[in-house]
């Protein structure tokens, strides 16, 4: 009778597990936002980051007259003659919005809907990253000047393009200025040499904000002027340098003289190549690695020390935390991966983008060729062989334990998580890791219908999966991603479909803190910011 008993209440359990694991989670709530119709005559139509605000340039007539308005989240501003080519502009938190306006035969530059002072002209406007500040070009007359803030600088026949550029850290300024036929780099309102040409990149200022560095030219020699210390002369100057270290505190550049090119790190000229590739820093600073080329043989040069000519070299990678390097090395028809100075073992080729490090720098993987087919090497260990590994794979985890791939098996591709290949499809992509390492999730296709796998369990069969789709929350909870329904789009949040769209902005859905998840949709002509509290 016990005995009986004991099933009776194994079964009972079993039953309760189940009627427990098949009940479906409580619907999701959600706010629809109302951000006005859809305006007719839209110009031009500018996202703010993290897909927060949408924007648009609407055009009017009135009266035989054609006027040009910014409409923020449903609200008008203020009507005006003309949009600045270069407007409007967000700041970089979303929370502030830029543009140049003319209104008859002036221009003003409205920021979040107040004009500033009139020009005759204005251009490129641009915030500090940490958005509290604005810079711009402007024309008064015939002349040019950078106002910062609503101050406006000095008269120059012309401001470089793609200047006035703030530093990382937002306090200061600058940007190139051009009087006469000579060129000036403007530092915080303080002029510097002149120079007959000079170029910058994205910025010339070093990361830690402390330091400025750019190319100058003195006829048809070239140089590197440091906080306004000019470099020594050379025929030229690789177009991707100069480089700074992380701390600011070092810069690297490839130059040539005469046939000869050599890589200058802190002033320092080093050997003499035929050839040399962008200089590096490794992300503390203490080291700088790059290619060289001596004849017909290639070597790596890895803090100052030649490495082994080789027929071939790849590009040296550092790992996060700097302390390790590596690079793949051809001899004859084989390769192997250098890591560490220490050689591995020979393949027939390296694939992908070279080797990946992961985020604590402790682990490394790369792809390699084995006659015809291909293998991810993980730590030393190699994988099994695949007929195709896909372009951007691998991908480590963010705490570094766990590594995947998608790999091909004939016609068909698997992802391969820890080493494990799971289910083939037609294909499959988009592989993430949520930040504990814990979950995984991917896009797989099969046929014309797309499906997203969390950890392991397809969900429903849709028509496409949208662009950065899946995405994890931060806490690693929850899991969303946009779909094609047909002409339609949706976006389902832990496998619940939310309201269909004639379209999602690009960039949604976006977690943010505090468990709020959001994106901004097309429906029925009206355009909504929909949030979720999770």
């Not at 924007?55 to 005006?80: A, I």
């Not at 027929?311 to 935390?321: C, N, Q, R």
Request: hydrophobic share 35%.
């Amino acid at each position: 009778m016990r005995l009986k008993t004991t099933i009776i209440v194994f079964c009972l359990e079993a039953l309760s597990m189940t009627t427990f694991a098949q009940t479906p989670p409580p619907p999701l709530r959600f706010q629809k936002e109302s951000l006005g119709e859809m305006p007719p005559d839209v110009v031009k139509t500018v996202i703010g980051p993290n897909s927060s605000h949408v924007l648009f340039v609407v055009q009017r007539r009135l009266h035989q007259q054609v006027k040009q308005l910014v409409m923020v989240d449903g609200r008008p501003g203020p009507e005006h003659d003309g949009i600045g080519e270069g407007g409007p502009v967000f700041s970089p938190d979303g929370k502030h919005v830029a543009y140049g306006a003319k209104n008859g035969a002036r221009w003003v530059l409205v920021v979040d809907g107040q004009p500033g002072p009139e020009y005759d002209g204005n251009a490129k406007v641009v915030f500090s990253p940490d958005s509290r500040r604005v810079a711009y070009c402007a024309l008064t007359r015939s002349e040019m000047i950078v106002v910062v803030d609503g101050a406006p600088g000095p008269e120059y026949d012309g401001i470089g393009e793609g200047t006035p550029l703030f530093s990382p850290d937002s306090k200061r300024v600058a940007y190139a200025a051009k009087r006469g036929d000579k060129w000036t780099f403007v530092v915080d309102g303080q002029p510097g040499t002149e120079y007959d040409r000079i170029g910058w990149g994205a910025s010339i200022f070093s990361p830690d904000s402390k330091h400025v560095v750019y190319i100058a030219w003195r006829g048809a020699k070239q140089l590197i002027v440091v906080d306004g210390q000019p470099g020594p002369y050379y025929d030229e100057i690789a177009a991707h340098s100069p480089n700074s270290s992380s701390d600011g505190k070092r810069v690297a550049y490839a130059a040539r003289k005469g046939d000869k090119w050599m890589t200058v790190v802190d002033g320092r000229p080093g050997p003499a190549y035929d050839a040399v590739g962008n200089p590096i820093f490794s992300p503390d600073g203490m080291c700088v690695a790059y290619a060289a080329v001596v004849g017909t043989k290639q070597l790596a040069v890895l803090d100052g020390q030649a490495e082994p000519l080789c027929d071939g070299v790849s590009e040296p990678v550092f790992s996060p935390d700097g302390k390790r390097v590596a690079y793949g090395a051809m001899n004859g028809s084989k390769w192997v991966m250098v890591v560490d100075r220490q050689r591995g073992p020979e393949h027939d080729g390296i694939g992908g983008g070279g080797p990946v490090f992961s985020p604590d720098g402790r682990r490394m993987a790369y792809i390699a060729v084995k006659g015809n087919k291909m293998i991810v090497v993980v730590d030393g260990q190699q994988g099994l062989a695949y007929d195709g590994i896909a372009d951007g794979d691998p991908v480590f985890s963010l705490d570094s334990k766990r590594i995947g791939y998608a790999a091909k098996k004939d016609v068909r591709w698997t992802m391969v998580v820890d080493g494990l290949p799971g289910p083939e499809y037609d294909e499959v992509n988009n592989l993430v890791f949520d930040p504990d390492g814990r979950r995984v999730a991917y896009c797989a296709k099969n046929g014309s219908k797309w499906v997203v796998i969390v950890d392991g369990r397809p969900g429903q069969p849709y028509d496409g999966i949208g662009e950065g789709s899946p995405v994890f929350s931060p806490d690693g909870r929850h899991v969303a991603y946009l779909a094609w329904k047909g002409e339609r789009m949706v976006v389902l949040v832990d496998g619940q479909a939310g309201p269909e769209c004639d379209r999602v902005v690009k960039g949604g859905p976006t977690f943010h803190t505090a468990g709020i998840l959001e994106y901004l949709a097309l429906i029925n002509g009206n355009n909504y910011r929909i949030k979720y509290a999770l």
